[in-house]
Each structure stands twice: as C-alpha cells, then as structure tokens.
C-alpha cells in the first residue's frame, strides 16, 4: 500500500518525519483527510490537532497556524508552533485556558479581546490533543 511521507516542521526545527497511511488537519476551511495519492494543494492552517495515522498507530501533534503543502506521496506542514500530545503540559494549558476566560470576562478592549480569544482557542486546542492521547493510550 502506498505511503506519505509527513514533516511537521517549525522556525524551531523538524518536529516528526515519518510514514503515514492517513492524515488529517485542520485547514482554513475545514478538516482536511489526506490519503497517497491526493492532488496537489497549498492552504493555511488554523489552531488545532493534526494526527498522523500510521500501520493502526495515531500520534497527535498541535499546531497554531501555519501552512499546509499536500503533494501526491508527500505532506508539508509548516506551522507557527507544533507541539507532540505528549509533550503538552496539561496543567499549563488549563492555566491558560483559565487566564484568558478571566480576560475575556473583564471586557478588555476589543484589540485585546481578539489576543485573548486566540490564546483561549490554543489552550483549548491543547486541552483537546491531550484528552485525545489518553483515550489512544486506554
């Protein structure tokens, strides 16, 4: 069966190389289910989850944004920030979650508000991969 080559890739570094069977992100407009041989497309990312599906094993990685580049037998994220399930620090993300909850309850200004709205929807986005990953590990 054919494969894709996937690579997660940050200002920071390379955060996975590998195989994969399936992969979705979130796309500007939506989830995107990529398979081998899908045609080629260039698109933004939004804050989410992107999971890489490989011979029956999911790993989950979150994105804030980026970019997404699908060739037929080769994908391309290039995201603002990238972080494995694994490594997200659920006690920090919840913090976050919290702050900005708070924020957005003080009626800040609207210049604020929209700052305060994205780091609310990357807390909750991280909150998500994490409660993701311990579902895959039961």
Do not use: Y
Not at 29 to 53: D, S
């Amino acid at each position: 069966m054919a494969k894709l080559h996937v690579d997660i890739v940050t200002v920071e570094g390379r955060r996975f190389a590998g195989e994969a069977d399936f992969v979705v992100a979130p796309g500007s407009e939506g989830e995107l289910g990529i398979l081998p041989h899908h045609i080629p497309l260039l698109t933004p990312l939004k804050v989410g989850t992107i999971k890489v599906v490989n011979d029956g094993t999911d790993q989950f990685f979150f994105v804030s944004g980026g970019f997404l580049e699908i060739r037929p037998d080769q994908v391309t994220v290039l995201a603002d920030s990238a972080e494995r399930a694994e490594d997200i620090d659920e006690a920090r993300a919840e913090e976050a979650r919290r702050r900005a909850e708070r924020l957005l309850d003080e009626r800040v200004s609207t210049a604020d508000q929209t700052q305060v709205a994205a780091a609310l929807a990357r807390a909750e986005a991280r909150l998500r991969i994490a409660e993701l990953r311990r579902r895959a590990r039961r």
